[in-house]
């Protein structure tokens, strides 16, 4: 898998940002000498909205691990709904690793697409 898309709306996109933690300086996209990221071990992440990421949170370990990473996909991706939680669950293009992640703005501003980029096409090398 070489990203992760998730659609908000069909709105075409204007311009392709960092999604950025409180704090972090906005920098270009093609920076290849910085570029922010999350880290992942045993090759798996997930997304959750505000309020299921809060109840995740709740969880011990053990609860964690059997909700979202002891689950057998039967695809490279999946919806795992355990302790009234919903999440995409999905492997990481090269496994372990530190992945960006970027906002798609539409002509108002408004976040239209969530992109994660598993660095396996250099994209930043072509016109965007």
């Not at 809060?54 to 053990?62: D, G, I």
Request: proline letters at 2%; one cysteine or more.
């Amino acid at each position: 898998m070489a990203f992760v898309k998730l659609t908000f709306s069909n709105n075409k996109i204007k311009k392709w940002k960092y999604a950025l933690l409180k704090g972090e300086k906005d920098i270009s996209i093609r920076d290849t000498s910085l570029f922010y990221c999350f880290s992942v071990d045993a090759g798996v992440a997930c997304l959750f909205d505000a309020k299921h990421l809060k109840k995740a949170k709740s969880l011990n370990q053990n609860e964690w691990n059997k909700s979202f990473f002891l689950q057998k996909p039967k695809y490279e991706s999946f919806i795992a709904k355990n302790h009234n939680i919903e999440a995409a669950v999905f492997e990481t293009g090269y496994g372990d690793g530190c992945y960006a992640t970027f906002i798609g703005y539409d002509e108002k501003g408004q976040p239209s697409q969530i992109l994660i980029d598993f660095g396996i096409i250099e994209w930043w090398k072509k016109s965007l």
